[in-house]
């Protein structure tokens, strides 16, 4: 593993993105029993994933700063890939629900947010082998 790899799998971004992803599952496995929780507490169990988030964010930029110019480049290629590909989701699911019911259990918000991970991880997998 590379010098850069392996800084990178040291950082932060990958503590927090870890803890993040724990904190959010584990947030949805409590809150599918809200019969067990207050209203405030239910409140403050699901903003609890938001400060994991925002280090990782906060990480994860770091890193991309620290990164060389080809990584750079990669990174942003891989964000180009990813941001249009979710507005074109976000569009389509919006224009479709105007003209039919979705079942919110498969398309709402706390699912469509996966896509842009894996829109973003396809993204980086394209721009690296473009690189190679």
């Given at each position: 593993?590379?010098?850069?790899?392996?800084?990178i799998w040291k950082s932060g971004s990958v503590?927090?993105?870890?803890?993040?992803?724990?904190?959010?599952?584990?947030?949805?496995?409590?809150?599918?029993?809200?019969?067990?929780?207050?209203?405030?507490?239910?409140?403050?169990?699901?903003?609890?994933?938001?400060?994991?988030?925002?280090?990782?964010?906060?990480?994860?930029?770091?890193?991309?700063r620290q990164m060389d110019e080809l990584q750079?480049?990669?990174?942003?290629?891989?964000?180009?890939?990813?941001?249009?590909?979710?507005l074109l989701l976000v569009m389509t699911l919006?224009?479709?629900?105007?003209?039919?019911?979705?079942?919110?259990?498969?398309?709402?918000?706390?699912?469509?947010?996966?896509?842009?991970?894996?829109?973003?991880?396809?993204?980086?997998?394209?721009?690296?082998?473009?690189?190679?």
């Amino acid at each position: 593993m590379s010098q850069e790899k392996r800084r990178i799998w040291k950082s932060g971004s990958v503590i927090w993105g870890t803890v993040w992803l724990f904190s959010y599952f584990g947030v949805r496995a409590a809150v599918e029993s809200p019969d067990s929780f207050s209203r405030p507490a239910l409140i403050a169990i699901v903003l609890t994933p938001v400060i994991p988030a925002a280090l990782f964010l906060y990480f994860f930029i770091t890193d991309i700063r620290q990164m060389d110019e080809l990584q750079r480049r990669i990174q942003l290629e891989a964000l180009a890939f990813a941001y249009p590909l979710t507005l074109l989701l976000v569009m389509t699911l919006g224009l479709l629900q105007l003209v039919m019911d979705l079942n919110p259990a498969d398309w709402s918000y706390r699912h469509v947010w996966q896509f842009v991970i894996v829109f973003y991880l396809f993204g980086i997998w394209i721009a690296a082998r473009r690189y190679q």
